[in-house]
């Protein structure tokens, strides 16, 4: 049972740079949700995807936003990337709460670095 | 709004040392409690979950209490390995608005030989 998946693993970007983030859920959730973890702190939630639409979102400029396909796998993008966007980006995939799911499952991540 | 709150770390132990992680939380009704733990250069892994006041959840050793009258959820193992030098982050659901996972800042534990 193939768990979350991210690509790319790393990334070097520029200031003003865009950039694309893919995630593949775990097998049988529907529900994908994205957060990113500066360097020290704890994950901070970016926005939630489910129906190819977005649920719900966290304290984040409209600079980033996300894609949710068919198939449940989603993107994050990130458009006139800042410095302080350099972090890990963690997707996690769920089922929804009515569906007894509470528990998101994390990929391994990806890390930008904005130079 | 709801958020959660863990001792800062880091936690120096020697192998076989006993273990614990202080997390309290504020939230609205009743959410799911957990512990994830991270090593280094990964990303997030569920340690255990507990989803109702009184359950204890457990694995790999490590036991954590859901304390609804003290809103608590301390992690702690018995006899710690070098292998379990990792960040530990205590974490609960939120599901107002919708469904999402709020973190607490994460406890850094060095465990030596």
């Known amino acids: 049972d193939a768990g979350v998946t991210q690509s790319p693993t790393h990334l070097i970007k520029t200031r003003g740079q865009q950039v694309t983030l893919r995630c593949s859920p775990k097998s049988g959730h529907d529900t994908v949700s994205w957060y990113q973890q500066a360097l020290g702190q704890g994950p901070q939630f970016i926005f939630q995807y489910y129906e190819e639409e977005e649920r719900q979102r966290g304290n984040f400029p409209d600079r980033f936003s996300g894609h949710q396909f068919p198939n449940y796998s989603s993107e994050l993008n990130v458009n006139a990337l800042l410095l302080g966007d350099s972090a890990l980006y963690l997707c996690?995939?769920?089922?929804?709460?009515?569906?007894?799911?509470?528990?998101?499952?994390f990929g391994p991540g990806t890390r930008l670095t904005v130079l | 709004g709801n958020s959660v709150t863990q001792m800062e770390g880091p936690v120096t132990l020697s192998e076989e040392a006993f273990l614990t992680i202080n997390c309290t939380y504020t939230a609205t009704g009743y959410p799911s409690l957990f512990w994830y733990v991270q090593y280094p250069g990964e990303g997030l892994q569920l340690l255990l979950k507990?989803?109702?006041?009184?359950d204890k959840g457990s694995n790999k050793g490590f036991e954590a209490t859901y304390r609804k009258e003290t809103t608590s959820f301390h992690l702690e193992k018995g006899s710690v390995q070098v292998s379990d030098s990792a960040v530990y982050f205590c974490a609960l659901s939120d599901r107002t608005g919708g469904f999402k996972t709020i973190f607490g800042a994460g406890t850094r534990l060095f465990v030596k030989a």
């Open positions: 507990a989803t109702k006041a009184d």
């Open positions: 996690a995939s769920s089922l929804l709460p009515g569906q007894g799911g509470d528990t998101q499952y």
